[in-house]
């Protein structure tokens, strides 16, 4: 059979196929993993909450709010999943424009800390626009790469992606969101490298990124970022300014030991020394603890997780598909190695999120969504005949 | 582009295999990136665990002191005088006051508590400590006011409310010369105590009692581990380290009896002869116990224990009479006659002067074109030491320290304890000054003139001394010759009544000086009522000897007078006979700014004996104080 052109799949389809089917194609492990590490999301979020003395199902808890965030997230995983994902091929284009729109939205309406519009009130909720934004990125760029896929390794290919990317890493740059734009460049990258694109122009497109490098640091970054970006490298040198959140996340870290001090038994975190514990910092608390046993245990799961989507990458059929799944995985990946180097105090401070962990409703739904996508690409591909 | 018309066989295999190729790449980056993670935390925790767990340790404990309970403060027969009592403070830690709202909390904290606003701001910037200490604002705060504050600790934020122990002083100001207050302490002292426990918002003695014997009353505080949060708000006590070891008591010397008495004797000879100061010390001079000691005008110490107000502290320290200060020990004047004993006793100890000789008195000794007169301008003849005396004729004393001398005077001035502390457990006390050629030369660079010999003979120029200097030299005349450290803590007990430390009398030297020539002096000193010098004291039923004395100070008024001190300091002689060295009983009385007929301390003191013996007479004579602007009798 010739190319598996990239057309809406017919409903009948769906029902032609019998449970039995749809059951093998589905990857339970992937949910399972996703799963696991959303109910540490929750463990975290409650060991959170007795700390805070609030109860445990209050409104405001951290706790309930995850929970609620969880069971939207579990809809938007199910709808998404029975949704055919060949859609989102014919409506990538709509989807482009209406991603920059939000995005400029919540340039123009947002609110959030320090001055940056990060954040839009949505029925009530705070809602994070740029996390959903790296999704729906994941979802243009599968298309724009898979209708190319007989000229992938060319210059155009790579061009016409980054341009794809530039306004809505520009849009979220501007709130300032430096860890967002940060992940709009690595799925960019990955997706291009999964995807086949031509190494010696990604490579020398990397040589003119590194040469820019102190140009941004120039024009770019504003002054608080510089500042947390240059603090990691010695973060005792103002143990009370902006290293302070370092030191005291190192501190959580290392206290945690092999097993932990046990949930809701670490100090940083009940005591609050732990600046941010349940959302970019999440890690500090899970590694004081839960321990080194525990942080295994994180990292396991996320290489269990990626490895099912790369798994998903290579099954599909489709390129969409497998294009798709590459920009989830490199997502995925790109921020759980720069959350947890941030903790850890190898990398920047970067306002990145660890997938699935974080407390916050907009990068657990938009993570529910990629999964829920992957997995309807999951369920509707035919076999690869080659 | 344009799509062709067919499409074109493209063999996909070579993609999919570079696509499974980069996917294994993503993989193998993967795993390495997890992996430095991993060891990046085998580090943290594993093998720099410890050290971290230490610093998280570090970060959510913080030792803090245990108060310990100060001890309280009984008279000689156990009647309490200080006591502790709980009382509510208001305290501010001004790392909590966010600076935009200070101005506001301030003002209605200070609105709640009735003070100044510019009080508080004071007390907040004078805050011995750093910012995350509280500072103490208000002290004994009425439960309703600390329950307001209390409520509106949300709108008034740093503000705390702490339970303390406050000192309640049972008589007031009966004692506070004695027994002192506590007060909160400053920078300096905190920065030269911090090493002993100290803690900025502490109270310490800052007289009195309460100050020489801080360390015992305060006890030593205790120790305790406290977990914090990152605010350094205390979440609970993990461990006490060290309990707290509550202060000892102290048992006074002090007869608040006699002290009452003494009281009521100083107030009646203040209003009668219009002092401005007075001041009334009784001690037993075979101890060197002081049983009352009164100096007037006084502060309440209940005051300072309450927390005294900026103002009210600026009147303390703004009266020209210095309530604040202890006349009896912090302040030095010029002794007058009664230091004739010093001159007398070293004549005839030095044998420049027989038991019998007489020496002719005169009008006045002349030296070179100066004149000295005798208070008495017809002088009295020829005078034996006794009739001198008792008569207290200067120009007796100017020829006897004429053979004395300026530097055996100051010896035996200095035997007698003047021209030193005495060593009272009480703080503050002045030296006085005996004047001799090396005093002169360093003070003035000087010789001593020759007329300077007469005036210090008779505790005149340059002579001050402390009244309590006087009562103690008169003690050892009393009790044949000791000279005694004066007291006001008997005994020191622990919290549970064991006795700490007993009372053991001090004996700062024995005078070498033969009996019979004491005896002599107390017979002089005998002769001194028995003589009517002192009016009508002889007819009190009880056997008084002593010495008058009156001192010119300051400056002259507008007919040329000099203001004068008058005092009176006398023992009692336990079986009425003078001769032997048994009095129980000596006693100072000090008439600041007297300018009456009377020796105003005379009257003083006979009323106070009349009170302590409890006589059924009265000879006071209050005419002879109402009968003023007299300068003449001695």
């Known amino acids: 059979m010739g190319v598996l052109k990239a057309q809406p799949a017919k409903v009948s389809d769906w029902a032609r196929n019998s449970v039995g089917a749809v059951w093998r194609a589905y990857d339970l492990q992937l949910t399972i993993y996703a799963a696991l590490l959303a109910g540490l999301g929750l463990a975290m979020a409650y060991s959170n909450t007795v700390a805070a003395q609030t109860a445990l199902l209050d409104p405001s808890s951290t706790f309930a709010r995850g929970l609620m965030w969880a069971g939207i997230a579990f809809v938007v995983f199910l709808t998404a999943t029975a949704f055919d994902y060949k859609w989102l091929k014919t409506f990538a284009w709509p989807i482009y424009l209406a991603n920059l729109g939000l995005l400029g939205l919540s340039l123009a309406i947002g609110d959030g800390v320090s001055g940056a519009a990060r954040w839009v009130s949505v029925f009530g909720l705070q809602f994070q626009f740029s996390e959903l934004a790296k999704i729906l990125m994941i979802v243009v760029l599968a298309a724009f790469l898979a209708g190319r896929h007989d000229r992938l390794d060319r210059l155009s290919t790579i061009l016409g992606a980054g341009v794809l990317v530039a306004p809505a890493g520009v849009l979220v740059m501007l709130q300032p969101d430096l860890g967002t734009s940060l992940v709009l460049g690595a799925i960019l990258v990955g997706m291009l490298f999964m995807s086949g694109a031509s190494l010696r122009w990604l490579g020398a497109f990397g040589a003119v990124a590194v040469a820019f490098?102190?140009?941004?640091?120039?024009?770019?970054?504003?002054?608080?970022?510089?500042?947390?970006?240059?603090?990691?490298?010695?973060?005792?040198?103002?143990?009370?300014?902006?290293?302070?959140?370092?030191?005291?996340?190192?501190?959580?870290?290392?206290?945690?030991?092999?097993?932990?001090?046990?949930?809701?038994?670490?100090?940083?975190?009940?005591?609050?020394?732990?600046?941010?514990?349940?959302?970019?910092?999440?890690?500090?608390?899970?590694?004081?603890?839960?321990?080194?046993?525990?942080?295994?245990?994180?990292?396991?799961?996320?290489?269990?997780?990626?490895?099912?989507?790369?798994?998903?990458?290579?099954?599909?059929?489709?390129?969409?598909?497998?294009?798709?799944?590459?920009?989830?995985?490199?997502?995925?990946?790109?921020?759980?190695?720069?959350?947890?180097?941030?903790?850890?105090?190898?990398?920047?401070?970067?306002?990145?999120?660890?997938?699935?962990?974080?407390?916050?409703?907009?990068?657990?739904?938009?993570?529910?969504?990629?999964?829920?996508?992957?997995?309807?690409?999951?369920?509707?591909?035919?076999?690869?005949?080659? | 582009m344009v799509a062709p018309a067919l499409p074109p066989i493209v063999d996909e295999r070579p993609v999919r295999e570079r696509q499974l190729v980069r996917l294994l790449v993503f993989a193998i980056v993967m795993l390495i990136g997890i992996g430095g993670l991993v060891a990046r935390l085998v580090y943290l925790q594993l093998v720099s665990g410890h050290q971290f767990a230490q610093l998280a340790d570090e970060n959510r404990t913080v030792s803090q002191s245990i108060a310990s309970t100060r001890g309280v403060i009984f008279d000689r027969n156990g009647r309490a005088l200080v006591l502790n009592e709980p009382s509510y403070s208001i305290k501010v830690r001004p790392a909590d006051l966010p600076f935009s709202q200070r101005d506001e909390v301030i003002a209605r904290l200070s609105q709640l508590l009735g003070l100044d606003p510019a009080d508080v701001t004071a007390t907040i910037d004078g805050n011995p400590g750093s910012r995350f200490d509280l500072v103490?604002?208000?002290?004994?705060?009425?439960?309703?006011?600390?329950?307001?504050?209390?409520?509106?600790?949300?709108?008034?934020?740093?503000?705390?409310?702490?339970?303390?122990?406050?000192?309640?002083?049972?008589?007031?100001?009966?004692?506070?010369?004695?027994?002192?207050?506590?007060?909160?302490?400053?920078?300096?002292?905190?920065?030269?105590?911090?090493?002993?426990?100290?803690?900025?918002?502490?109270?310490?003695?800052?007289?009195?009692?309460?100050?020489?014997?801080?360390?015992q009353l305060r006890g030593v505080y205790g120790q305790e581990t406290v977990e914090r949060d990152a605010t350094g708000r205390k979440i609970q006590v993990l461990r006490t380290d060290r309990q707290a070891q509550a202060g000892d008591s102290l048992i006074l010397t002090i007869d608040t009896t006699e002290q009452r008495k003494a009281q009521q004797a100083v107030e009646w000879a203040m209003k009668t002869a219009g002092l401005k100061r007075g001041v009334l010390i009784a001690m037993n001079p075979q101890t060197g116990e002081i049983l009352a000691l009164v100096s007037l005008p006084t502060y309440d110490s209940n005051a300072f224990a309450q927390g005294i107000s900026r103002k009210a502290f600026q009147?303390?320290?703004?009266?020209?009479?210095?309530?604040?200060?202890?006349?009896?020990?912090?302040?030095?004047?010029?002794?007058?006659?009664?230091?004739?004993?010093?001159?007398?006793?070293?004549?005839?100890?030095?044998?420049?002067?027989?038991?019998?000789?007489?020496?002719?008195?005169?009008?006045?000794?002349?030296?070179?074109?100066?004149?000295?007169?005798?208070?008495?301008?017809?002088?009295?003849?020829?005078?034996?030491?006794?009739?001198?005396?008792?008569?207290?004729?200067?120009?007796?004393?100017?020829?006897?320290?004429?053979?004395?001398?300026?530097?055996?005077?100051?010896?035996?001035?200095?035997?007698?304890?003047?021209?030193?502390?005495?060593?009272?457990?009480?703080?503050?006390?002045?030296?006085?000054?005996?004047?001799?050629?090396?005093?002169?030369?360093?003070?003035?660079?000087?010789?001593?003139?020759?007329?300077?010999?007469?005036?210090?003979?008779?505790?005149?120029?340059?002579?001050?001394?402390?009244?309590?200097?006087?009562?103690?030299?008169?003690?050892?005349?009393?009790?044949?010759?000791?000279?005694?450290?004066?007291?006001?803590?008997?005994?020191?007990?622990?919290?549970?009544?064991?006795?700490?430390?007993?009372?053991?009398?001090?004996?700062?030297?024995?005078?070498?000086?033969?009996?019979?020539?004491?005896?002599?002096?107390?017979?002089?000193?005998?002769?001194?009522?028995?003589?009517?010098?002192?009016?009508?004291?002889?007819?009190?039923?009880?056997?008084?000897?002593?010495?008058?004395?009156?001192?010119?100070?300051?400056?002259?008024?507008?007919?040329?007078?000099?203001?004068?001190?008058?005092?009176?300091?006398?023992?009692?002689?336990?079986?009425?006979?003078?001769?032997?060295?048994?009095?129980?009983?000596?006693?100072?009385?000090?008439?600041?700014?007297?300018?009456?007929?009377?020796?105003?301390?005379?009257?003083?003191?006979?009323y106070y004996l009349q009170l302590h013996f409890d006589l059924k007479v009265d000879k006071r004579l209050p005419d002879l104080l109402r009968r003023g602007n007299f300068y003449g009798g001695n």
């Not at chain 2, 027994?179 to 090493?195: C, E, H, R, V």
């Not at chain 2, 202890?326 to 230091?339: C, K, L, R, V």
């Not at chain 2, 001198?388 to 120009?395: E, Q």
């Not at chain 2, 004996?507 to 005896?519: A, H, N, T, Y």
């Open chain 1, 213 to 386: 490098v102190p140009i941004a640091w120039t024009y770019v970054l504003r002054d608080y970022q510089k500042q947390r970006l240059l603090s990691f490298l010695d973060p005792s040198s103002d143990p009370q300014g902006s290293g302070y959140q370092l030191l005291q996340s190192q501190i959580a870290v290392g206290s945690g030991g092999l097993f932990g001090k046990g949930l809701t038994n670490g100090t940083q975190n009940q005591l609050d020394f732990l600046p941010v514990q349940t959302t970019d910092f999440v890690f500090a608390l899970v590694a004081e603890e839960l321990g080194f046993i525990g942080a295994l245990l994180v990292f396991g799961l996320f290489i269990a997780l990626i490895w099912r989507i790369l798994a998903a990458a290579h099954r599909s059929t489709d390129p969409f598909g497998s294009f798709f799944a590459a920009g989830v995985a490199t997502m995925v990946l790109f921020q759980l190695l720069v959350n947890v180097g941030m903790v850890i105090g190898v990398m920047p401070i970067t306002g990145i999120p660890l997938p699935f962990i974080t407390h916050g409703g907009a990068s657990l739904i938009s993570l529910a969504l990629g999964l829920g996508i992957l997995q309807s690409i999951n369920l509707r591909q035919a076999r690869a005949e080659w």
């Open chain 2, 136 to 215: 103490r604002i208000a002290q004994d705060v009425p439960v309703a006011k600390a329950d307001l504050i209390a409520e509106e600790h949300l709108d008034l934020p740093g503000v705390e409310v702490a339970v303390e122990s406050k000192r309640k002083y049972v008589d007031g100001p009966l004692l506070s010369q004695v027994l002192g207050y506590t007060g909160a302490i400053d920078a300096d002292t905190l920065k030269a105590l911090s090493s002993q426990g100290y803690l900025p918002d502490d109270l310490i003695g800052r007289a009195g009692v309460e100050s020489t014997y801080e360390t």
């Open chain 2, 315 to 606: 009147a303390l320290l703004a009266n020209p009479e210095k309530p604040l200060l202890d006349n009896a020990i912090n302040q030095q004047f010029p002794p007058g006659s009664t230091y004739k004993l010093v001159t007398g006793l070293g004549a005839l100890a030095d044998k420049k002067l027989g038991i019998n000789e007489q020496v002719m008195s005169k009008p006045y000794i002349q030296i070179g074109p100066d004149r000295f007169w005798d208070w008495n301008r017809l002088g009295f003849g020829s005078l034996t030491i006794v009739s001198g005396f008792a008569h207290s004729s200067d120009t007796f004393f100017f020829q006897v320290a004429q053979r004395l001398g300026i530097e055996r005077l100051a010896y035996w001035a200095r035997q007698f304890g003047f021209g030193a502390p005495t060593g009272i457990d009480l703080p503050g006390e002045a030296a006085g000054i005996v004047p001799d050629e090396k005093w002169k030369q360093d003070t003035f660079g000087q010789a001593i003139f020759p007329g300077e010999v007469l005036q210090a003979g008779i505790g005149q120029g340059y002579d001050v001394a402390t009244p309590l200097q006087l009562l103690n030299a008169y003690a050892a005349l009393a009790n044949g010759g000791t000279l005694y450290q004066p007291q006001v803590v008997r005994e020191i007990v622990d919290a549970d009544g064991n006795v700490v430390q007993p009372f053991q009398p001090k004996v700062i030297r024995k005078l070498d000086v033969p009996p019979l020539l004491l005896e002599t002096m107390r017979v002089a000193a005998r002769a001194v009522v028995t003589s009517r010098h002192t009016f009508n004291l002889v007819e009190l039923p009880i056997v008084v000897a002593g010495k008058t004395g009156t001192a010119e100070f300051g400056t002259r008024d507008s007919k040329g007078r000099l203001p004068f001190h008058n005092w009176w300091v006398c023992f009692v002689p336990s079986h009425g006979d003078v001769r032997k060295p048994d009095s129980t009983l000596a006693v100072i009385g000090f008439a600041y700014d007297s300018n009456t007929v009377g020796n105003a301390a005379t009257e003083m003191v006979k």
